[in-house]
């Protein structure tokens, strides 16, 4: 008997080590990786297509820190959502309220699709970019105004990029608060639905 029960964990353990070696995700939202079809990646913002693709995409987290992101190749893209599921209705609003923003090139038109060259360079803003007192209280309001508080949920790299975004349009834009606080919510990209909520500007 003893015998059979060392075999039977033997065999367990075995399993899991296997099941981890293969790369078993703990929090995958439930998101299979093989069901979406590789072409939908060049798929427009905001279409089903591109959801399908990017709602299985796991290269944005909210352990991604913004040294990790500053050694990336440029042509290396942010994909998916880091906290929650991403809900198609509300990713089809963001991406469409954030047409409006198309010509200024610092504001990504995907918050689930940044390229890594733009996360770097709204890193690259936080660190040079030095607002004034009044500037700053521009800053500090929009942020109190923002559904989250601040510029992302929890302190990754989305949140230090979007700090130097904010900076540079306060500065170089001359944005109030806002405006401000209604775009942090539009590039917000930790998933889920927020249907009922107020929209700051919108």
């Keep these: 008997m003893k015998s059979r029960l060392i075999f039977a ?3 367990v353990a075995a399993a899991l080590v296997a099941l981890f070696a293969g790369g078993f995700q703990a929090f ?4 299979g990786e093989a069901s979406v079809d590789p072409a939908y990646a060049n798929s427009p913002a905001g279409s ?3 959801f399908e693709y990017l709602s299985q995409q796991r290269s944005n987290s909210c352990s991604l820190q913004p040294d990790t992101v500053l050694g990336y190749a440029d042509s290396k893209r942010l994909q ?9 209705g509300e990713y089809r609003h963001q991406v469409e309220d954030l047409e409006q923003y198309r010509a200024i090139s610092q504001i ?3 918050p689930y699709d940044i390229p890594a060259s733009q996360a770097k360079q709204l890193l690259s803003y936080r660190e040079e970019i030095q ?4 500037q700053q209280s521009v800053y500090d309001a929009a942020m109190e105004m923002s559904r989250e508080k601040g510029p992302c949920c929890c302190e990754c790299w989305r949140y ?3 700090e130097g975004m904010s900076k540079h349009l306060i500065q170089e834009q001359g ?6 606080a209604n775009l942090i919510e539009l590039v917000d990209g930790c998933g889920g639905s927020h249907a009922g909520d107020d929209h700051h500007g919108a």
């Design 28 to 31: 995958d939202f439930g998101r």
């Design 9 to 11: 964990g033997s065999i």
């Design 160 to 162: 230090y990029a979007f």
């Design 108 to 110: 990504p038109q995907d």
């Design 48 to 50: 089903q297509e591109k």
């Design 131 to 134: 607002l004034t007192k009044q």
């Design 175 to 180: 944005w109030d608060s806002p405006e401000l």
């Design 80 to 88: 998916g959502s880091c906290c929650s599921p991403m809900d198609m």
